[in-house]
């Protein structure tokens, strides 16, 4: 069975063949706004619709005719109906359908966390559920026990900010370009962890909750700020290199703890922020004891290879089909 996966849940167009014989992505194509939104220092809604109504077309295109295979070899189409912002969903699932309804084929709207999550198997043969979940983005964080395919049990969320979205407010506040992340990422390598004190948010409880909360943790950086006269270049740095450590450190520990709670011995990151090497670094030494799985660099962000091989999945297991497009721009992975 071969997949055609189209992502557009935020500011990526991607599109990926997923082929279920090889297990292996025959062909993919990414196409980021990055540029488009970077002027504005975050992603402008109607400007990704737009963006999305241009590329998806000649990029799906282009996806078939380097994979070797021509439209008529496509089984099914699986695209992003969320969570996610609306405009830009929908611009991927009207194509969808479209498409699939020309071929005759089925289509199939699948959930982008849980797209997240399921990649790892994709690219991990040794990975095995049940496994706790990890997933750190722009718009989430969230720890999930996942029991099987469909099947998750949220743990633990946050109760403000994602990660991700930390990450790009605090780069706001330095002055740093977006995405925050990379940028705070290359601006740490400057610095000095530990040099300024932050906190690490929801730690220190005897019972261990397992949710999250970095919107107190943004705004001790901005009190950071406020208390330093002179903004240098070296404060900034060391600033970058304590915020990552502190959001680093949050993330060891409830890590630690859920899988003690859990007992569970693997443990897989996925989404954005798992491309962040100090925090794969900073988990991967924190948990040797465990099974750590992260997936490969362009893995990590939103891409059509896991909105293919997730679509795999799901129509491989029969009970999924859809007869029309639906988007659900909140869509938690434990209403799956
Ligand atoms: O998973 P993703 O591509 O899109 C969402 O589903 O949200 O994640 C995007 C988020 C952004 O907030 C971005 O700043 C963050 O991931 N990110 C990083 C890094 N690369 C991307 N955060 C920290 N370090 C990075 N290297
Ligand atoms: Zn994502």
Redesign the pocket.
């Known amino acids: 069975m071969k997949i055609l996966g189209i992502e557009t ?2 500011d ?1 167009t991607g599109v990926a063949i997923y082929d279920g014989k090889s297990n292996s992505i025959l062909s993919e194509r990414l196409f980021s706004q990055v540029n488009l939104h970077a002027k504005f220092g975050g992603v402008i809604p109607e400007l990704s619709s737009r963006d999305h109504v241009l590329k998806l077309l000649p990029l799906i295109n282009s996806t078939i005719d380097s994979s070797g295979i021509n439209e008529k070899c496509i089984d099914g189409i699986s695209y992003t109906a969320g969570p996610g912002l609306r405009g830009p969903l929908l611009v991927g699932a009207v194509m969808a359908e479209s498409l699939a309804k020309g071929w005759e084929i089925p289509f199939i709207g699948v959930n ?1 966390m849980e797209a ?1 999550l399921l990649v790892n198997l994709l690219e991990n043969a040794s990975l095995t559920f049940p496994f706790l979940t990890l997933l750190i ?3 989430h964080c969230l720890l999930i026990k996942a029991n099987n395919i469909g099947s998750y049990q949220v743990l633990g969320e946050t109760l403000d900010d994602a990660v ?2 930390a ?2 407010k605090v780069a706001r506040l330095l002055g740093l370009v977006y ?4 940028s ?2 290359k601006l740490a390598l400057q610095g000095n962890t530990g040099s300024i004190k932050l906190p690490r948010p929801m730690t220190t409880g005897k019972t261990k909750n397992l949710d999250f909360s970095f919107s107190g943790l943004k705004t001790a950086v901005l009190y950071a700020l406020k208390n330093e006269s002179k903004l240098t270049n070296a404060f900034k740095a060391d600033l970058a290199a304590s915020f990552q450590e502190a959001v680093a450190d949050t993330l060891l520990i409830k890590c630690k703890w859920a899988l003690e709670k859990t007992k569970l011995s693997q443990l897989v990151i996925g ?3 798992a ?2 090497s100090y925090i794969r670094d900073r988990l991967t030494h924190g948990l040797k004891k465990n099974k750590i799985f992260f997936p490969s660099l362009e893995r990590c ?2 891409n059509g290879a896991m909105i293919a091989y997730t679509g795999f999945c799901k129509l491989m297991s029969g009970s999924f089909k859809d007869s029309k497009i639906r988007v659900r721009p909140k869509w938690s992975l434990s209403e799956i």
Do not use: K, L, R, Y
Not at 179 to 182: A, F, I, L, Q, T
């Open positions: 849940s935020c990526e982008h997240h983005s722009g718009g991700g979205e990450f790009d995405p925050g992340g990379p705070i990422e989404g954005g922020v491309a962040n962000t939103d």
